[in-house]
C-alpha cells in the first residue's frame, strides 16, 4: 500500500499528511523505494549491473549518461560493490552481492523511505550481518527511513528502532524496540520473544506454550483472533475484540489482559 502497488481497503496511508494514493507514480517512487526479499528474482537477469542501478534515472530522465554512469559508480562504492562489476551480469555475483545491487538501486533517486521487505532472509547467515550492518551505516549516512518487514526478531533488535507487532493482519502491539524487547505486553509478542533461538548448544527449543488451533486468515475468529491459541484467553476474548490500548508514552497494546492489570492497579 505504501508503494502504491496495492489499495488499503479501509483507512489511508500518508506522507506528511498527504494520501499516498493522491500521490503520482514518479513523484511516489521518487519518496518511496523497495528493497525486495530475493535478490536471485528481483534483478533482471538480461541487464548489467550498472544498467540495473541506472534503470530508475533513466525512467526519471534524470542526468546525462555520463552523470548517471557517475551516480552509479558512488553507489557501487558505497554499498561495497567494486566498479569493474559494472559490466557483469546478476548470474556472475554472489547472493550478497546481488542485494547489494538491490540496495543501490533502490538509492538511487536519493529516496525518504525505502521498504525493507526480509531484505536478508534469502541470504546466507554471515551475509546477513553485513547486510543489515550495511543498511544502519547507509541509514545514519543518508538519513534514511526503513519500513521492515520481518519475521526475524533477531533482526528487529539489531535495525530497527520502533516496532508494530501484527498478527493476522492487524497491530497488537507498538512499541519502541527496547521497551518490547524489555517489556512485552501481548502474549504473541511474548511468545515471539520466547521463540527466539540462541547459539548456545546447551540450551533446548524454547517452550513457547501457543495452541496449535491456528485460525483461518481469510475467516478469522470473533472477538480477539489470538484468542484460540492464547494461554490467557477468557469468554471476553471470543466475543469482543481488544483495541489498541496505550499504555504508557509511545507504547500499545491490544489485549484485553490490559484491562485486568490497569484494574489490579487502581485497586492497589
Same mark, same amino acid.
Given at each position: 500500500?505504501?508503494?502504491?502497488?496495492?489499495?488499503?481497503? #479501509? !483507512?489511508?496511508?500518508?506522507?506528511? !499528511?498527504? @494520501?499516498?494514493?493522491?500521490?503520482?507514480?514518479?513523484?511516489?517512487?521518487?519518496?518511496?523505494?523497495?528493497?525486495?526479499? @530475493?535478490?536471485?528474482?528481483?534483478?533482471?537477469?538480461?541487464?548489467?549491473? !550498472?544498467?540495473?542501478i541506472r534503470r530508475p534515472m533513466v525512467l526519471h530522465?534524470?542526468?546525462?549518461?555520463?552523470?548517471?554512469? #557517475?551516480?552509479?559508480? @558512488?553507489?557501487?562504492e558505497r554499498v561495497g560493490l567494486p566498479k569493474r562489476l559494472y559490466y557483469n551480469y546478476p548470474n556472475q555475483l554472489s547472493g550478497g552481492q546481488r542485494q547489494r545491487v538491490a540496495i543501490a538501486r533502490a538509492l538511487t533517486l536519493k529516496p525518504e523511505i525505502v521498504v525493507c521487505d526480509e531484505p536478508t532472509s534469502a541470504l546466507d547467515v554471515s551475509v546477513q550481518a553485513q547486510i543489515l550492518n550495511l543498511l544502519l551505516e547507509l541509514r545514519r549516512e543518508l538519513r534514511l527511513t526503513y519500513l521492515l518487514i520481518t519475521h526475524d526478531m533477531s533482526v528487529v533488535e539489531h535495525i530497527a528502532t520502533r516496532v508494530v507487532v501484527m498478527y493476522l493482519g492487524r497491530a497488537v502491539e507498538i512499541a519502541d524496540t527496547k521497551t518490547l524487547f524489555s517489556a512485552p505486553?501481548?502474549?504473541?509478542?511474548? &511468545?515471539?520473544l520466547g521463540s527466539v533461538l540462541t547459539p548456545d548448544p546447551d540450551e533446548d527449543v524454547p517452550e513457547v506454550h501457543l495452541g496449535t488451533a491456528y485460525p483461518n486468515p481469510i475467516d478469522p475468529p470473533? !472477538?480477539? &483472533?489470538?484468542?484460540?491459541?492464547?494461554?490467557? #484467553?477468557?469468554?471476553?476474548?471470543? &466475543?469482543?475484540?481488544? #483495541?489498541?490500548?496505550?499504555?504508557?508514552?509511545?507504547? &500499545?497494546?491490544?489485549c484485553h489482559l490490559n484491562d485486568l492489570e490497569e484494574k489490579a492497579r487502581a485497586e492497589g
Open positions: 500500500m505504501l508503494l502504491g502497488l496495492q489499495n488499503p481497503t #479501509a !483507512g489511508h496511508v500518508t506522507i506528511d !499528511g498527504k @494520501d499516498v494514493a493522491a500521490l503520482s507514480p514518479i513523484e511516489r517512487s521518487r519518496r518511496i523505494q523497495p528493497i525486495f526479499q @530475493d535478490p536471485y528474482s528481483s534483478l533482471n537477469p538480461r541487464w548489467t549491473i !550498472g544498467e540495473i530522465k534524470t542526468g546525462s549518461a555520463s552523470e548517471q554512469r #557517475a551516480i552509479v559508480e @558512488d553507489l557501487m505486553k501481548h502474549p504473541y509478542t511474548r &511468545a515471539l470473533s !472477538g480477539c &483472533a489470538f484468542h484460540p491459541r492464547c494461554e490467557f #484467553a477468557r469468554d471476553k476474548c471470543q &466475543a469482543v475484540s481488544p #483495541a489498541l490500548t496505550k499504555l504508557a508514552e509511545r507504547h &500499545a497494546s491490544a
